[in-house]
């Protein structure tokens, strides 16, 4: 039996900087010690402070969700650089591989509840962080799923080829929403729909009686909610984690 779980802040080091996209950069993190870490749920977020000797970061705490496959080895976190943001900032320009962070046990609520009853996944932008964790383990052992992304175009689109490749190996429903498309993207080609995820859609292509997981920014989030309800999901059938940048 794992039980790893540590008190207080443990320290960890950076292994790994990946640029996933425009603005998104994944952080890939060790324990320095070279101990186990704890085994996530997949949803969960990694609550941890900046290890530097400025006073402008001292004790400052941030949560960012785990964005892989939950493991013993390794932490991957993806965040997206907000102008004027003080935590994301230092972690895109000044954080290096062989730097450390203080991080905590990762946790919170926002993880599957029912893994036998059909899963649509919703995402809008940064918001796909926990989501991609679930997927990850889900597609593992079931194929019940449907992943919904919602984001800007080709430039802003987070994980894509690994959500694609994940859909195609197990045979999961795939649906890419541009707001805002390039040029270059075609509809039916690099993404299915342009616009936003909408009442119609939801109601002739997903099983209303799915659980629902959404992650998003909170205009994003509440859109989405109100839809599921107006077409009568059930309230307990709604999970969503508010991703306020």
Known sequence: MNNRNWDGFKELVLVDKIEVCTDIISFYFKSKDGSKLVKHKAGQFLP?????????????????SLSMFPNEDIYRISVKKINGGLISTYLHENLNIGDSIEAMVPTGLFTIKNKNNDTVLISGGIGIT???????EESAIRNNIHFIQAVQ???????????????KLKNIE?????????SEDVEGVDYD???YVNKDFLKDN???????????????MKAVESILLELGVDNSKINYELFSN
Do not use: Q
Not at 48 to 64: E, G, L
Not at 206 to 220: A, E, I, Q
């Open 206 to 220: 997903v099983n209303l009686n799915s659980d629902f997981y959404l992650c998003g920014p909170p205009p994003f």
């Open 193 to 195: 729909y342009t616009g």
């Open 130 to 136: 926990p989501l991609l964790s679930m997927l990850y």
């Open 174 to 182: 795939n649906t890419v929403f541009y707001s805002d498309p390039l």
């Open 153 to 167: 175009n080709s430039k802003m689109h987070p994980f894509k080829d690994d959500i694609e490749n994940i859909a």
């Open 48 to 64: 941890f402070k900046i290890k530097t000797n400025d006073p402008k970061y001292k004790d400052v705490i941030r949560t960012y």
